[in-house]
């Protein structure tokens, strides 16, 4: 059953990854990468990483999914209405691509990993938890200053030009 | 259902990723190869974390990659709409302001 | 699922050479009882909205169908099943049938950690109330979906206002909810509603535990409001500018998915204001353990749809009093004052938590009486 939905999954997955690299259209692009985001959730849930799996619907798909469509629909004229993307260097790209692929799925195949034999489920958002905030504590504290920078900086980028002229006399005063 | 299989998907998906950045100009199509390849990356920390006995720091990994990748794509979406009100395109290939 | 699955291959030998096909057979049927449970929830959501605003302004309202109108929902589903499924010449035709079902299916699979009654849940997930907060994720981009794919302005204004609420009141229904998953220590439903029985009855509700979480259950339901796209937050349907919104250019049965979506949505808000702060099926003074299994989840059913259609009856009652905002409002209100509230209230519960080691008021003041 478990390999069934595996299989599934990975139908999924891996095709809707195809439509994203190859459809001519931004816009049937960004609904290829809502189904690969989705069975990218579902693979985490099989590998037993069930919080990471809503962390992935949660971030991916209803944080930088709307993103991605809002850069989309603001980025084209209205009229422009296929939204179309053309591609370039087709060839020499999916010959490199399928050749990388052949490359890592050899090596993923015949090397012997280490691996435990019987692997239990268990939920895991207890110990990320307490792991995030024991041996984890710096990097979680780095990150969320990251992403506090990131969110000024955006903020500061898609401020449209008028709104950051009237912004200046306050900083200098400020400085 | 073993770790060699989810690489192999993993590779696929990374794979998928590379082809669309080699192949597009459109840089908010850039941005979904990006993610593409975080995703490949990420199901090999959870698949990895999984069959080597529950080694939690993959999966820790994969939370990490998931925030750099939520700051990184708002950070890029507000530089492609700063580049479309000036350029008038998000085509990458129209940056190019400082070379000429 | 698994012990069902036992106990029915225990009682049946038989099924024993396909226990996956009994599991497979028990999902669908728990999925379809549950869909069904939404279809009809939404036919009497309607219902119960048309009385309501029809009592509010003076009206009679839906009276026709049925003994007091009861019936008036069958009429209008079978209205809308009836009715052609346009699709415009100009839409784009695969995306604009897909948007209702993303809709549909985000709103729809909350469900699943609803906890109907003392063992009534489909699956009690460990993440519970996290899920919910994935699974809805959905929504928005079935709405940006269904704009866009409208090809009409209107539909793609109202698509991105939607879109742009969605995400921006998410972080405040996610961090009003906290206090209870801080509370019981689990994001399990079930285990927040267990960690809210005792003997101190209606005091042992998250609600009363503290003035935080006091504070939180108003929060939520606000911030909760605003997620579903109900008045006085209905910005994106506004129609005395944009039309109705994103379903603008939908008609019959994929007009009807929207609609179910927004009853569905208005019912799992009330559920889990219901088992995060009030208590969810715990009967006051009462241990439903103590009951015959059939008599527990009989009684807490009763009591958990009591708690939560009272919820529902406040929401509309709130659409049918209030009037709209404008959408600039709309968004300070939530970035310049819900978020640092729900901040604020985050950093009072954890403190209160670590502080009073997860006591409650009520349970302090029953322990000052001994």
Redesign the interface.
């Known amino acids: ?1 478990a390999d069934l939905v595996f299989v599934l999954l990975s139908i999924l997955t891996v095709v809707s990854a195809l439509i994203v690299a190859g459809n001519s259209s931004v ?1 049937y692009s960004a ?1 290829g990468l ?1 189904f690969t985001f989705m069975g990218v959730a579902g693979l985490y849930v099989l590998a037993s990483a ?2 990471l ?6 971030v991916y ?3 930088i ?2 993103l991605i ?2 850069a989309v ?1 603001l980025s084209n004229r ?1 009229s422009d ?1 296929k939204l179309s993307n053309p591609t370039h260097m087709r060839v020499p790209s999916a010959i490199v691509c399928i050749a990388l692929f052949g490359l890592m799925s050899n090596a993923a195949v015949t090397t012997e990993w280490a691996v435990k034999t019987n692997v239990e489920y268990a ?1 895991t ?1 207890a110990v990320l938890g307490r792991l995030l905030m024991t041996k984890y504590l710096l990097p979680f504290e780095v990150v969320s200053v990251l992403l506090l920078a990131a969110l000024i900086g955006a903020a500061l980028l898609s401020r449209p030009e008028s709104a950051k002229a009237a912004l200046k006399p306050d900083m200098e005063e400020g400085q | 259902m073993s770790l060699d299989k989810f690489l192999v998907v993993s590779a696929a998906l990374f794979c998928c990723g590379l082809y669309t950045i080699m192949t597009r100009r459109n840089g908010v199509a850039l941005l979904m190869g990006v993610e593409l390849i975080l995703n490949a990356a990420n199901i090999n920390f959870v698949a990895f974390s999984h069959y080597l006995g529950k080694v939690m720091g993959g999966q820790i990994f994969a939370v990490f990659v998931i925030v750099i990748a939520a700051a990184e794509a708002a950070v890029a979406l507000s530089i492609f709409l700063r580049l479309f009100a000036t350029a008038g395109s998000v085509e990458v290939d129209t940056a190019d302001s400082l070379k000429n | 699922m698994e012990q069902l699955t036992a106990l029915i291959i225990q009682k049946v030998p038989a099924l024993a050479v396909a226990p ?1 096909a009994v ?1 497979l057979l028990l999902i669908g049927i728990v999925a379809f009882i549950i869909l069904q449970f939404a279809m009809v929830f939404a036919g009497f959501g309607t219902y119960l909205e048309r009385k309501i605003a029809a009592d509010i302004q003076g009206r009679i309202g839906p009276n026709r169908v049925g003994p007091i109108g009861l019936l008036q929902f069958l009429a209008d589903g079978i209205k809308l099943i009836l009715k052609e499924d346009i699709i415009p010449t ?1 839409a ?1 035709n695969h ?1 604009f049938r ?1 948007a209702p079902y993303l809709i549909f299916t985000g709103s729809f699979a909350a469900f699943v950690v609803v906890p109907f009654g003392f063992s009534l849940i489909a699956a009690d ?3 519970g109330i ?2 919910v ?6 929504v ?2 079935g709405v ?2 269904a704009g ?1 794919a409208s ?1 009409n ?1 209107w539909s ?1 204004l109202g698509g ?1 206002r939607a ?2 609420q969605i ?1 921006s009141y ?1 972080i405040p229904v996610g961090m009003a909810l906290i206090p209870a998953v801080l509370i019981a220590g689990s ?1 399990s439903t079930q285990d927040i509603i267990r960690s809210q029985g005792g003997l101190l009855g209606i005091f042992g509700w998250n609600l009363f535990h503290n003035p935080f979480s006091f504070f939180s259950f108003f929060l939520y339901m606000v911030a909760a409001l605003a997620e579903t796209n109900r008045t006085p937050f209905d910005i994106p349907e506004a129609e005395s500018e944009l039309v109705s919104g994103y379903n603008t250019e939908y008609s019959g049965i994929r007009f009807g998915f929207f609609f179910m979506a927004e009853y569905a949505d208005v019912f799992v808000v009330s559920a889990l204001a219901t088992a995060c702060f009030l208590g969810g099926w715990q009967i006051p003074f009462f241990n439903a353990a103590s009951l015959p299994p059939v008599w527990a989840n009989l009684l807490s059913l009763g009591v958990f749809m009591a708690k939560a259609l009272a919820l529902v009856c406040v929401i509309i009652w709130i659409r049918w009093t209030l009037p709209r905002l404008r959408v600039d409002q709309l968004m300070r209100m939530s970035w310049k004052y819900m978020v640092p509230l729900t901040f604020f209230n985050f950093l009072g519960v954890s403190l209160w938590v670590l502080v009073f080691k997860g006591k409650g008021i009520p349970q302090m003041i029953a322990s000052i009486f001994g």
Do not use: C, H, R
Request: aromatic content about 12%; overall charge negative.
């Open positions: 059953m816009i609904v809502l069930d919080f799996a809503a962390t992935q619907m949660l798909v209803g944080g999914l709307v469509l809002f629909f209205i209405a939920p958002t | 996956w599991t100009a784009d995306l897909m997930l460990n993440i996290y899920y907060m994935a699974v809805t994720s959905l928005s981009i940006l979906l866009w090809n302005k793609m991105m879109a742009a995400v998410e994001l």
